[in-house]
């Protein structure tokens, strides 16, 4: 049977998502539980792989087992066998044709930034802190040059394997909540060390080192040069998935802002 997971993670004490030798994954962590559960090898795929550092408040995954275990046990038992920072939120039977990676129609992630004179002295992990003050209005001005269907190659970091570098991105949404802004990006899916390459040309923006017309010219000129600037992992989280209704997923709300997602 195959079996989807939902699952919470802080990525600041581990090598990112995908297993590696070291065995400090959250990979590798999650499929040990799994296995103990099981009583059998049990291997994930999941839905977008996260760099070291960057957290999850909900990654999706799914894994295929022979063995028959109350759902509530996958949950609960799993949990028991994990480290602190790492958390399964919920599972549940998925049809055989669903694929966490390639049914997911896109994917939601959010950049925190903590913008005052002085770091956190608690949230340092959680949040990236810039000093300069940041003017938000000009931020989305730059943002709305990304919007919409594009070649990303100036945003892709250089070891990036993806074999296309074109993206849709359907919204990028820049909020100030008191000392924290919020980044919201919502595209089909991202290459690698895209989201904190615009994140870090949106920073130059907004503290008036660069126009927002930068991001249009580092956008055309396809090349990782034009923009060579990369944010911190601290305060970058995948927030949600967003999988067709016949998967029967509990898709996040900011996915009901746009109604022809994936059209």
């Known amino acids: 049977m195959r079996i989807a997971i939902g699952i919470e993670y802080d990525g600041s004490s581990y090598s990112g998502w995908q297993k590696q030798k070291s065995g400090n994954t959250i990979q590798d962590h999650v499929e040990k539980a ?44 799993a949990n028991t066998y994990l480290p602190r920072d790492i958390r399964i939120l919920w599972a549940k039977h998925v049809a055989e044709n669903f694929h966490a990676r390639y049914c997911a129609i896109a994917r939601y992630y959010r950049y925190v930034i ?40 100036s945003f892709r970091a250089r ?24 980044i919201d990006l919502v595209a089909n899916a991202f290459l690698h060390h895209m989201v904190r390459n615009i994140t ?38 995948l927030v949600g998935i967003y999988y067709p209704k016949q998967f029967e997923m509990q898709n996040h709300p900011m996915f009901a802002r746009l109604p022809n997602l994936g059209s």
């Not at 960057?54 to 275990?69: C, K, S, T, W």
């Not at 040309?201 to 927002?212: C, E, Y």
């Not at 930068?214 to 034009?226: E, G, H, P, S, V």
Request: charged share 20%.
């Open 34 to 77: 799994l296995t103990k559960v099981a009583n059998s090898l049990v291997m994930i795929v999941c839905a977008g792989r996260t760099d070291a550092g960057v957290h999850a408040l909900e990654q999706i995954a799914h894994f295929d087992v022979n063995v028959i275990r109350d759902l509530r046990a996958w949950v609960m038992g």
């Open 114 to 153: 903590r913008n005052r004179p002085y770091r956190s002295a608690f949230l340092h992990t959680q949040e990236t802190w810039y000093y300069r003050p940041l003017d938000v209005d000009i931020m989305q001005s730059g943002a709305n040059f990304l919007v919409g269907k594009h070649d990303f190659s």
């Open 159 to 182: 070891h990036c394997q993806s074999k296309s570098p074109v993206r849709m991105m359907y919204l990028i949404d820049v909020n100030r909540e008191g000392e924290n802004i919020h």
């Open 200 to 237: 870090a040309v949106l920073i130059k923006i907004g503290s008036r080192q660069k126009p927002p017309e930068w991001a249009l010219q580092i956008l055309l000129a396809k090349d990782r040069q034009a923009g060579d600037v990369t944010a911190l992992p601290f305060g970058l989280y």
